[in-house]
């Protein structure tokens, strides 16, 4: 049989601890899901990343690889003279088979074993995928429908990938990279043990009009320049509606104009807010007679805008 080396898999030494294996196959795994990674070859190096897992996070099953001795990945072998006596069937030929396989019938064998035992079942394996949504669908919460290609394992061990569809409810409210837990969505339990949890992170999709930042949105409101300096009451859209807010005079481009309690509802409490920030826009085709006010008020006015500028270029200078 041809050797793989589980370790180099997962990129640790043969020392690591069983923490830092399942730290390691859940950083990978989440990186190379064919779900939602665009790595090149993510699907064979999940399916690598998973079949190290399955041997090296079982005590036994690593114990067992390990006796197996050092060698090149994909070196022809055969394991010591006493391993097929403890870990194998008498007289079993290893010629052909694949690591894997050896492994999964390990596993089946060990299965039996340990319900004689009665040893506790083994849990199924937790997954993780993003998805995104819409502002409207967090403002008002929503249920996707979300067709997966699975990773799962066969009786025998195999990695296999199962259609399955499967529907994730979004809490009204839900915030730019929450997490969601669906119980027993994720990977079969072996031997009766139960299945793993699936987990959904939230990610606000780009909005024509919003950003959000947390449960608050911010958007960019045009103003005309006699609104600005004047005041105005304008209408604002919002997630729940139009809105009326009043701008104050002499509100400048840039200044932040708070709507309170019309950004994001909040899951446990309030809900987060609006903030329009002034942007001053000019008529693009102004009349005769606009362009002759705007004069009038070049003329008028006594108002130097780039006052502050000149002067601390001055004091730098």
Do not use: C
Not at 17 to 39: C, G, M, N, Q, T
Not at 99 to 109: K, N, P, T, V, Y
Not at 213 to 242: N, R, Y
């Amino acid at each position: 049989m041809k050797y793989k080396d589980y370790y180099a898999s997962l990129g640790l030494e043969r020392g690591a601890s069983d923490a830092d294996i399942k730290k390691a196959y859940r950083k990978l795994a989440h990186k190379y899901h064919p779900d939602v990674s665009k790595e090149p070859g993510a699907e064979a190096r999940f399916k690598e990343i998973a079949e190290a897992y399955q041997t090296l996070k079982d005590p036994e099953k690593r114990a067992a690889y390990d006796r197996l001795g050092r060698h090149a990945p994909g070196e022809e072998f055969a394991p010591p003279p006493d391993w097929g006596a403890q870990h194998a069937r008498g007289g079993e030929s290893f010629e052909g088979v694949d690591l894997a396989d050896l492994f999964a019938a390990f596993a089946a064998r060990q299965g039996g074993a340990a319900g004689r035992r009665g040893n506790v079942p083994t849990r199924g394996e937790d997954y993780e995928l993003r998805t995104g949504i819409t502002i409207e669908q967090a403002f008002a919460g929503t249920t996707l429908e979300l067709k997966l290609d699975m990773p799962d394992y066969d009786e025998r061990g195999r990695v296999r990938h199962v259609p399955r569809t499967i529907k994730v409810r979004v809490p009204k409210g839900a915030a730019d990279g929450q997490r969601l837990r669906l119980a027993a969505m994720g990977g079969r339990g072996f031997g009766g043990g139960s299945a793993g949890d699936l987990y959904v992170t939230v990610e606000l999709l780009p909005h024509r009009l919003y950003r959000a930042d947390g449960h608050d949105l911010h958007l960019e409101l045009p103003l005309a320049p006699w609104e600005a300096a004047l005041g105005a009451t304008v209408e604002v859209p919002t997630p729940g509606g139009v809105v009326q807010l009043k701008v104050p005079g002499n509100t400048s481009g840039g200044q932040k104009l708070r709507l309170a309690g019309r950004g994001l509802p909040h899951p446990h409490g309030k809900a987060g807010d609006l903030y329009a920030t002034v942007r001053i826009v000019n008529p693009p085709d102004p009349s005769p007679r606009a362009r002759e006010l705007f004069q009038e008020l070049a003329t008028a006015g006594q108002f130097e805008p780039r006052a502050e500028l000149l002067r601390e270029a001055r004091r730098g200078s």
